[in-house]
């Protein structure tokens, strides 16, 4: 019922808008009237618990006195024997009589340790070895060589091939669900490749520890996250040692300084629970200052410009030009006008490379890239 009543209240835009108030009362309606049939059941019998025990104790507590009074009374026991063997009896059955109070309660935390033991009980990733010798020959900043990859035992990926110097600006494009995110998640080894290996520097990443490996990294997600608390201590989260004049340099290029300032408090301003008290493009400006503050040899962009308005964008375009400078980064874009200047354009379909180049040796092949760029502004798609 928790569930259903957390999940109608967070998409409460979308159930208004779709008039379904009704229908989620009425969901609400048989949830409840479930959890009630339920709990007054569970409530019942452990009601019913503590007084049967009481009466079951007191039960044998006369039966013994019976007993042990004939006996008394034949002379084969003293009364103190059973005095103390009623005193003990009474001891024996308090902890049990608690116990028995408690049953509701037990249930319940039984309940829910089972949730938690599932969490805690899941495997940890392993880091393993690669056994790939380190290339020491000028190897590129990064290197994919022969990745395999799937999330289940089917690959998506048999045989995926990327070299990226060092300075790069490389966009990675292509239709919904051809791999791109995956890339990503494989770079910063949210998993593990099946086979083949990746390179930094000429390191295979399974051979730096994560917390190592993320750190020559800063991501902005299409998604965007920001804690709660003020818009300095969200920029200052990727780099604890930046300057305020770092701070400020980045909040000035990626165009935050400008609606921070009109804002009551400033930079001192207290972003709620979920930063709903700035808009949605306002929150993803903030997420890009706050990668440039990181200063990472590694900028990946998740279609970090999708919540933002087409002046914006080109603005945080020549933003990025002067901060990308001599910096490696991976772009991640539907909007094929915003990477037009990359140094090499990966063209992804079902999981593999099927063109590579620049914008304008793409569009000569008149090959899949010049399809997807021209659908978006002819409106033809060929499917």
Request: charged share 20%.
């Amino acid at each position: 019922m928790n569930n259903q009543v957390e999940e109608t209240y967070g998409g409460q835009v979308i159930v208004k808008s779709f008039n379904r108030e009704d229908d989620m009362v009425k969901e609400f309606e048989v949830q409840n009237k479930a959890f009630y049939d339920s709990a007054w059941k569970a409530q019942f019998v452990s009601g019913i618990i503590m007084p049967l025990m009481t009466f079951m104790n007191n039960i044998g507590y006369v039966f013994v006195a019976i007993i042990g009074g004939i006996q008394v009374s034949n002379g084969s026991v003293t009364l103190g024997d059973i005095q103390a063997f009623l005193q003990y009896m009474q001891q024996f059955s308090q902890p049990i009589s608690q116990l028995a109070n408690l049953a509701n309660t037990i249930q319940s935390t039984i309940a829910s340790a089972e949730r938690v033991f599932e969490v805690l009980d899941e495997a940890d990733m392993q880091d393993t070895k690669s056994g790939v010798a380190v290339v020491t020959d000028n190897p590129p900043k990064l290197a994919l060589d022969h990745v395999q990859f799937g999330y289940t035992d089917d690959l998506l990926m048999t045989d995926f091939n990327l070299n990226v110097n060092q300075g790069e600006m490389v966009a990675i494009v292509g239709p919904t669900g051809a791999g791109k995110t995956t890339i990503i998640n494989l770079l910063e080894r949210f998993y593990d490749i099946k086979g083949g290996s990746i390179r930094m520097d000429g390191v295979d990443t399974r051979d730096m520890k994560r917390e190592d490996l993320r750190k020559h990294f800063a991501m902005v997600l299409q998604e965007t996250w920001l804690f709660t608390g003020t818009i300095w201590d969200n920029l200052k989260y990727g780099n604890e040692d930046a300057t305020d004049d770092e701070i400020m340099a980045a909040s000035q290029a990626a165009h935050v300084d400008n609606f921070v300032r009109q804002l009551p408090k400033g930079y001192n301003t207290v972003l709620n629970e979920e930063a709903s008290n700035i808009s949605q493009g306002q929150r993803q400006l903030l997420t890009i200052a706050r990668a440039f503050v990181a200063n990472p040899e590694i900028l990946i962009l998740d279609e970090a410009t999708s919540s933002v308005d087409t002046r914006t964008e080109v603005h945080i375009q020549h933003a990025m030009e002067r901060l990308l400078k001599d910096r490696t980064s991976f772009v991640v874009a539907h909007r094929l006008s915003t990477i037009r200047d990359a140094d090499n354009i990966i063209v992804m379909n079902h999981g593999g490379i099927v063109e590579t180049g620049t914008h304008d040796a793409l569009m000569a092949k008149n090959g899949f890239y010049a399809d997807l760029y021209n659908s978006q502004f002819s409106g033809n798609v060929k499917i």
